[in-house]
Nanobody, 121 residues
Framework: QVELVESGGGSVQAGGSLKLSCNVVGVISSVCDMGWYRQVPEKGREWISGIKGTTGSVDYADSVKGRFTISREIAKSTMYLQMNNLEPDDTAVYYC??????????????WGRGAQVTVSA
């Protein structure tokens, strides 16, 4: 069985930084794509970043491009999201996702429980 466990969330002032981690518990393909979604209560989930398992290529939503950096350490079964210059609009629950069913449409097989990120003005 596979479980994705997020950590590193918390509260920070606007302009600050946080680094989220996603640890993969269990066995997934070494070439699984991975990524991050976020959700504000009563709003839809927003894809914010992804990383291709085969090449390591990355992409970002316009809302976070230039501020967030996605990375991975395959040997540690861990993916990261470095979040810099955080804004109040970044406040959300952040979800780790893994193993795309269709990377083009950002659909993934596995989802974490979520980590709260709160950015105060």
């Amino acid at each position: 069985q596979v479980e994705l466990v997020e950590s590193g969330g918390g509260s920070v002032q606007a302009g600050g930084s946080l680094k989220l981690s996603c640890n993969v518990v269990g066995v997934i393909s070494s070439v699984c794509d991975m990524g991050w979604y976020r959700q504000v209560p009563e709003k839809g989930r927003e894809w914010i970043s992804g990383i291709k398992g085969t090449t390591g290529s990355v992409d970002y939503a316009d809302s976070v491009k230039g501020r967030f950096t996605i990375s991975r350490e395959i040997a540690k079964s861990t993916m990261y999201l470095q979040m810099n210059n955080l804004e109040p609009d970044d406040t959300a629950v952040y979800y780790c996702v893994a193993c795309s069913l269709d990377y083009g449409t950002k659909t993934f097989m596995y989802w974490g429980r979520g980590a709260q990120v709160t950015v105060s003005a």
